[in-house]
């Protein structure tokens, strides 16, 4: 089993920045994705950011230039830097980790952007 706690979220005024972090616990074996998803109210999740295994990165077109994902393999943790936040980033920002058989969610860090 694979834990996930992520951390970071809170209520900032637009043009501000957070950081995310996602910390993996558990029957880790090996890793082939890592990533961020959102979810506003009313709204389905979407993916924002993910980090494969071999480092390479992708983004939502609404994130480029803003948001940046990295990942410290020594500390089994995934981060999200969110820069220059806009309200309509306000949403739950949940991790998934994508390992060799299952996927795994986190439960998610709420993130407000007020104008």
């Known amino acids: 089993q694979v834990q996930l706690v992520e951390s970071g979220g809170g209520l900032v005024q637009a043009g501000g920045s957070l950081r995310l972090s996602c910390v993996a616990s558990g029957s880790i074996s090996s890793i082939n994705a890592l990533g961020w998803y959102r979810q506003a109210p009313g709204k389905q999740r979407e993916s924002v950011a993910s980090i494969i295994s071999g480092g390479r990165t992708n983004y939502a077109d609404a994130v480029k230039g803003r948001f940046t994902i990295s990942r410290d393999n020594a500390k089994n943790t995934v981060y999200l830097q969110m820069n220059s936040l806009k309200p309509e980033d306000t949403a739950v920002y949940y991790c998934?980790?994508?390992?060799?058989?299952?996927?795994?969610w986190g439960r998610g860090t709420q993130v407000t952007v007020s104008s």
């Open positions: 998934r980790l994508i390992g060799p058989i299952y996927g795994y």
